[in-house]
């Protein structure tokens, strides 16, 4: 007799009752809010005259459209989204739900704030109205994005219509070489696998090669886990995790504690578990990747070559890839190394945890920001502006030419006054490059913090482990 998927049994354990054979209501742990997927729900509870049952299930940040520039006080200046602010501000307070606002000094991005605070645990289902939700599985946790009217149905009954998903299982293997990190990983599988090739699937990352990243790491590869479709991601919590979470989680202890540990210790896929695909990727085998299109599948290694046109057979991919290069202003056949960049951003959801800027500081040394390069740095919550501050992190990061903001989203997705001009080429430690997703007509490039650090100091794409003495084949 088969077993199940560490997916389907956390379907299993939140299932209140089965609609049909494909969907099913779904209890939800935690809801967490932004100001922007809101409003609108927050509009449909008033008009039904309905309240928050359980507001303490939910919690509210105000990240995407704050300035990071460093005023103090912060103060929104741009009307409508000072509108969105102070609406989700109001709403919190009606419902009694608790909200890190605009000056809040552990306000940040809800998908770095909730787990540093001990607020995801292994076991739960945790939904947003933002898609990279998905960074909670690097916890064992079922985490994802829903829609404005899905918002409205959980503040109103804490459930949500799920249609489950598809299992898929991904393994890597081996380790990575010294200078290549998680977010590399999470764009080489994503180039081969495609945008597409996780749509309809709950993808579980396992292997030698995960097992050996810090919890940290694991959220920049469940992070990016649905810029290849997918509707979830998970990591089996280990000690790794559960060491992260007691940490963060003062109010685990004794009984509590006992009965927790043993719970999480059931969370794992069954040896005889099905799955619907499978991957296996080798770590040992993988570079710095960097992304040469519009959307994260379109990268390569730092020491390979653009795709040329002859070598896409399919019509469609073909004029994805021209489309592409035309934004980007590359062409196909260059290599990436020595492409010159104006502008650096280190931050998000995906990159923005105090390990990164440990790893830009590292990279960087004594090094300074290269002559015609604007480098920012933006870290993930007040929690990691704190931190790293305490640590010297901060100074050296000035003292070396780069900006050290406030916390937010920032340009990550440009819905605040960080926008890059219309030409500008950008070395990104963000999640999507899509056209205009940092500023209309901005090349975006994505990359890892440490790759965002050695572009800095070069003035140009390069390739970090040469930088930090690595030899490589």
């Known amino acids: 007799m088969g077993g199940k998927t560490l997916y389907q049994k956390l379907v299993d354990s939140h299932t209140v009752t089965e609609l049909d054979e494909e969907h099913v209501l779904l209890f939800c742990d935690l809801h967490l809010m932004n100001e922007y997927t809101s409003p609108q729900a927050f509009a449909g509870l008033d008009e039904r005259h309905r309240s928050v049952p359980v507001p303490g299930q939910n919690v509210s940040v105000v990240s995407h459209i704050i300035p990071t520039h460093n005023e103090s006080p912060r103060r929104i200046a741009d009307p409508a989204s000072l509108l969105q602010a102070v609406n989700l501000k109001k709403n919190c307070t009606k419902h009694h739900i608790p909200l890190f606002d605009t000056n809040d000094t552990l306000q940040g991005i809800e998908h770095v704030v909730s787990p540093e605070h001990g607020m995801i645990r292994p076991g739960m289902v945790v939904i947003c109205g933002d898609s990279h939700t998905t960074t909670y599985g690097a916890l064992g946790v079922l985490g994802f994005g829903i829609g404005t009217s899905e918002v409205e149905h959980v503040l109103a009954t804490q459930t949500l219509v799920y249609r489950r998903a598809k299992n898929m299982r991904i393994t890597i293997n081996g380790l990575l070489p010294k200078g290549t990190t998680s977010k590399d990983m999470i764009l080489n599988i994503i180039s081969q696998i495609s945008a597409k090739g996780a749509i309809a699937y709950v993808v579980e990352f396992c292997g030698s090669a995960i097992t050996a990243l810090s919890t940290e790491a694991r959220f920049t590869i469940c992070n990016m886990a649905v810029e290849a479709g997918a509707r979830g991601a998970l990591i089996a919590p280990d000690q790794t995790a559960v060491d992260y979470v007691l940490q963060r989680a003062p109010d685990i202890t004794g009984d509590i504690q006992a009965d927790a540990l043993k719970h999480w210790a059931s969370l794992y896929s069954d040896a005889g578990a099905q799955f619907d695909q499978e991957y296996v990727f080798n770590a040992d085998e993988m570079a710095p990747?960097?992304?040469?299109?519009?959307?994260?599948?379109?990268?390569?290694?730092?020491?390979?070559?653009?795709?040329?046109?002859?070598?896409?057979?399919?019509?469609?991919?073909?004029?994805?890839?021209?489309?592409?290069?035309?934004?980007?202003?590359?062409?196909?056949?260059?290599?990436?190394?020595?492409?010159?960049?104006?502008?650096?951003?280190?931050?998000?959801?995906?990159?923005?945890?105090?390990?990164?800027?440990?790893?830009?500081?590292?990279?960087?040394?004594?090094?300074?920001?290269?002559?015609?390069?604007?480098?920012?740095?933006?870290?993930?919550?007040?929690?990691?502006?704190?931190?790293?501050?305490?640590?010297?992190?901060?100074?050296?990061?000035?003292?070396?030419?780069?900006?050290?903001?406030?916390?937010?989203?920032?340009?990550?997705?440009?819905?605040?006054?960080?926008?890059?001009?219309?030409?500008?080429?950008?070395?990104?430690?963000?999640?999507?490059?899509?056209?205009?997703?940092?500023?209309?007509?901005?090349?975006?490039?994505?990359?890892?913090?440490?790759?965002?650090?050695?572009?800095?100091?070069?003035?140009?794409?390069?390739?970090?482990?040469?930088?930090?003495?690595?030899?490589?084949?």
């Open 289 to 473: 990747f960097v992304t040469w299109g519009t959307s994260p599948d379109q990268a390569i290694a730092i020491n390979a070559y653009i795709p040329s046109k002859e070598s896409i057979e399919d019509p469609t991919d073909r004029l994805s890839l021209e489309q592409a290069l035309r934004y980007t202003r590359l062409t196909d056949g260059q290599a990436l190394e020595g492409t010159p960049i104006q502008h650096v951003f280190i931050g998000s959801c995906t990159n923005g945890r105090i390990e990164d800027l440990r790893d830009v500081v590292a990279t960087i040394g004594d090094r300074r920001v290269a002559t015609g390069v604007r480098a920012m740095v933006v870290p993930g919550s007040g929690a990691v502006k704190a931190q790293a501050e305490a640590e010297g992190i901060a100074e050296k990061l000035i003292a070396a030419g780069f900006e050290w903001r406030k916390p937010g989203c920032s340009m990550c997705l440009a819905m605040n006054d960080d926008v890059l001009a219309a030409g500008t080429r950008c070395a990104s430690t963000t999640n999507r490059n899509f056209e205009g997703r940092q500023g209309r007509g901005a090349i975006t490039h994505l990359m890892s913090p440490a790759m965002a650090a050695a572009a800095a100091v070069t003035g140009m794409i390069t390739d970090v482990r040469k930088l930090q003495g690595v030899q490589h084949g």
